[in-house]
């Protein structure tokens, strides 16, 4: 079945450094999400891309999907305290079909 | 904004005990689903539901779990008979035709 993987598990940064996670399914996918779960808290649904090659910014966070629609990166530049939490992509295949969840990778912005 | 609601947000049950989960999906939503996280882990994909019947599930959900949607409105997912190991965060969700899925705050079920 399909699989997605993300790395880092994990990161610290310090307040105002950059931070990027990425994202790579087993099988090519129709689009892929990402999501932002707060400590304590549920996912959130960030954004979602579908076109091969397409990035998107939201402020400070910026979303690559690969060409070849298996690969996707989620990029935050300058971090804040707000921004943590554990992020999430999300492989779709499409139609009713579920999304499959990477790992995360858990935030920590130091202060 | 629209929101998926669950109830409750925490249920405690004996081990061999049924326990259903409720949700009220987004109301123009047309697709639904159950997923599940152990504490600091991923999000587990359980069972899909479109069109009123099961359109996917995992290995996950055996014989033990069942959905069902019983009024129009409310979204349930039933444990037969709870194991210690079923004990996670049970998250709803919902999506429209294209977009991301909208969670349920959750619903923290212990089993003892």
């Known amino acids: 079945g399909q699989q997605v993987m993300q790395i880092p598990q994990y990161q610290h940064v310090q307040e105002g450094e950059d931070f990027t996670t990425y994202c790579n399914s087993s099988t090519t996918l129709s689009n892929i999400q990402w999501y932002k779960q707060r400590p304590g808290g549920h996912p959130v649904f960030l954004i979602q891309l579908v076109k091969s090659g397409e990035v998107k910014k939201q402020k400070r966070l910026t979303f690559q999907f690969g060409e070849a629609k298996k690969n996707s990166s989620l990029h935050i530049t300058a971090t804040q305290t707000t921004d943590v939490g554990t992020y999430f992509c999300?492989?779709?295949?499409?139609?009713?079909?579920?999304?499959?969840f990477g790992i995360g990778t858990k935030l920590q912005v130091i202060p | 904004e629209p929101e998926v609601t669950q109830t409750p947000s925490h249920q405690v049950t004996q081990m061999g005990q049924e326990v259903i989960l409720r949700c009220v999906p987004i109301s123009n939503h047309l697709y639904f689903y159950w997923y599940r996280q152990i504490l600091g882990q991923k999000v587990e994909f359980l069972v899909s539901?479109?069109?009123?019947?099961?359109?996917?599930k995992s290995e996950i959900f055996d014989d033990q779990f069942s959905v069902e949607r019983p009024d129009g409105s409310n979204f349930t997912l039933k444990i037969r008979s709870t194991k210690l190991e079923d004990s996670a965060m049970y998250f709803c969700?919902?999506?429209?035709?294209?977009?991301?899925?909208?969670f349920g705050s959750g619903t923290r079920l212990t089993v003892v």
């Open positions: 539901f479109y069109n009123n019947e099961i359109s996917e």
């Open positions: 969700a919902s999506r429209g035709g294209g977009s991301g899925y909208t």
């Open positions: 999300a492989g779709h295949s499409g139609g009713y079909q579920k999304v499959t």
